[in-house]
Each structure stands twice: as structure tokens, then as C-alpha cells.
């Protein structure tokens, strides 16, 4: 949500671009908040990837403009990278307890 609202308020607000048309790059962002707040691992995992764009355009505009852009792409990096690695635990998480779930029904020690 708080990379949502960096992408809108810096698109319509505080460092337009244009006519503010940029700011329909929020809207992915919304579409995976249903199954983030289920848990669903899918979810977790495509949104891994997906964040990955986000923190391709906040280090270009980082390093290519200036004043407000600028600090903003630093922080759509830094957030982006945040729950790049909050998606990462929770999938190394949920993984680990599954495998260990699996042992614990098999009956095997490891």
C-alpha cells in the first residue's frame, strides 16, 4: 500500500510528469492486495517478480532526474526492495513449513 501511495501522490502531487497519467502505474499494485491478505503463496511469488519493474523505473528516474523525482525514485527503490524481501521470507517461510509438515506426516526424523 505505501508504494501505491508514493507512485500516486508523486505522479499527481508532488512531481508530476506530464498531465499525471503516470499514476495509473499504482493500479498493479492494488491488484494483489486480496491475495497478500489470504496468505496465498502464488500471490506472494508473482508479486516477487512484479516488484521488480517498480525498482527498475525508481532506479532509472533516480539516477536521471532531479529535486523531489529524484528523493521519490530512492524511495520507491527502497520500497520496493522492502517487500521484495517480506515476499521472499514469507515464500522461504511458508516452504520450510510445508516440508516440514510433510516430514512430520511421513513419519520421518529429518
Not at 500500500?1 to 493500479?27: D, H, Q, S, Y
Not at 492494488?30 to 517478480?49: A, D, K, M, N
Not at 527503490?77 to 516440514?100: D, E, G, K, M, Y
Amino acid at each position: 500500500m505505501a508504494l501505491a501511495l508514493v507512485c500516486l501522490a508523486w505522479e499527481l502531487w508532488l512531481a508530476p510528469t506530464g498531465r499525471g497519467t503516470l499514476a495509473i502505474k499504482a493500479l498493479p499494485l492494488l491488484l494483489p492486495l486480496p491475495g497478500l491478505w489470504r496468505y496465498r503463496l502464488y500471490t506472494y511469488r508473482w508479486v516477487s517478480l512484479m516488484i521488480w519493474l517498480y525498482m527498475t523505473e525508481g532506479l532509472v528516474r533516480g539516477t536521471s532526474e532531479g529535486g523531489a523525482g529524484m528523493a521519490l525514485a530512492w524511495i520507491e527503490v527502497a520500497l520496493s526492495l522492502t517487500i521484495f524481501i517480506a515476499c521472499a521470507a514469507q515464500i522461504r517461510l511458508r516452504l520450510a513449513q510445508a516440508r516440514t509438515a510433510e516430514a512430520g506426516s511421513t513419519g520421518d526424523p529429518a
